[in-house]
């Protein structure tokens, strides 16, 4: 029940397309919803967050999607570079019990020039 | 704002040896800090929390005598490897709580065990 499904495991996109990498609960007692960016060798940062009192937040050209019913929440990249290259995870907790992250699989996303 | 630093960024050490990684929240304070331990293409996978002025809770299988985790203030906590082996070597990363929820991770420490 404390599993976050991430998916897909590597992405290939051509630069200005979009990247969309899905990931789903099961716990419904989440209820934050972080997304972290890793390249190689460096700590994740974090990239953008959504409470489940939301279905959307946008940060740029990055997008979350959240779906309480179906617990499901997305990360959309729009107009992706070269430079979005990187591994992503999707992550969820329970912020009344000390923050502890579920985080998912990862998606390692290359953006073509 | 929300900055993580970690140090040593990589260390090389010999095995039997014991290793210290020093994690700091440069401009907040941190009562909970988490301590990860990542294979390569491989998820963060948690080994303790640390909360400032108590015990480490650790997790399932991640022996508590062998990752000693110190919280001794607001905005440091290390992690001592003892006695370190070549299984041992890893990436180790570690994250500050600010405010309710939001982990903010510092740039990892590269340990190689000879």
């Known amino acids: 029940q404390q599993q976050v499904k991430q998916s897909p495991q590597s992405l290939i996109v051509q630069k200005g397309g979009i990247s969309i990498i899905n990931c789903a609960y099961e716990?419904?007692?989440?209820?934050?919803f972080p997304w972290y960016q890793q390249f190689p060798g460096k700590g994740p940062a974090l990239l953008i967050a959504i409470r489940p009192d939301v279905s959307e937040k946008k940060e740029g050209r990055f997008t979350i999607s959240f779906n309480k019913s179906a617990k499901q929440f997305s990360l959309h990249i729009m107009d992706s570079q070269p430079g979005d290259s990187a591994t992503y995870f999707c992550a969820a907790s329970i912020e009344t019990s000390g923050s502890r992250l579920t985080f998912g699989e990862g998606t390692q996303l290359t953006v073509n020039p | 704002g929300a900055v993580v630093s970690q140090h040593p960024s990589w260390v090389i050490c010999k095995s039997g040896t014991s290793v210290k990684i020093e994690c700091r929240s440069l401009?907040?304070?941190?009562?909970?800090m988490f301590w990860y331990r990542q294979f390569p293409k491989q998820s963060l996978m948690l080994m303790a929390t640390?909360?400032?002025?108590?015990?480490?809770?650790?997790e399932q299988g991640v022996e508590k005598d062998k990752f000693l985790i110190n919280h001794a203030s607001l905005t440091l906590s290390t992690l001592t490897v003892t006695s370190a082996h070549p299984e041992d070597s890893s990436f180790y990363i570690c994250?500050?709580?600010?405010?309710?929820?939001?982990?903010?991770f510092g740039p990892g420490t590269r340990l190689l065990v000879l």
């Open positions: 716990n419904t007692a989440f209820d934050y």
């Open positions: 640390s909360n400032e002025g108590s015990k480490a809770t650790y």
């Open positions: 401009d907040f304070q941190a009562t909970t």
């Open positions: 994250s500050a709580v600010l405010g309710l929820g939001t982990q903010y």
